[in-house]
């Protein structure tokens, strides 16, 4: 049986998701208010597409951008 790998997102495919610029998500995510990037290679970085889309969906219910403990 094959297993469902998680689906990363590149930071071209980011920006096509979340309207914001490149340094403002880096705050964002420095802040803890934002999914953090993984890297997967040296001079490459991804997000999981889950916690991208859990991140959209909190903002669509109006949870505030809150920092994670």
């Known amino acids: 049986m094959a297993s469902v790998l998680p689906r ?3 930071r071209r495919e980011l920006r096509l998701i979340v ?3 490149p340094q403002h998500i880096l705050r964002l995510e420095k802040q803890g208010k ?11 970085v991804g997000w999981y ?6 991140w959209l969906a909190d903002r669509a219910k109006g949870v505030p951008l809150v920092a994670a403990a």
Do not use: Q
């Open 49 to 54: 597409l889950s916690d991208v889309e859990a």
């Open 19 to 21: 309207p914001f610029s």
């Open 8 to 10: 990363i997102v590149t």
């Open 34 to 44: 934002f999914p953090k990037r993984i890297k997967i290679g040296e001079r490459r």
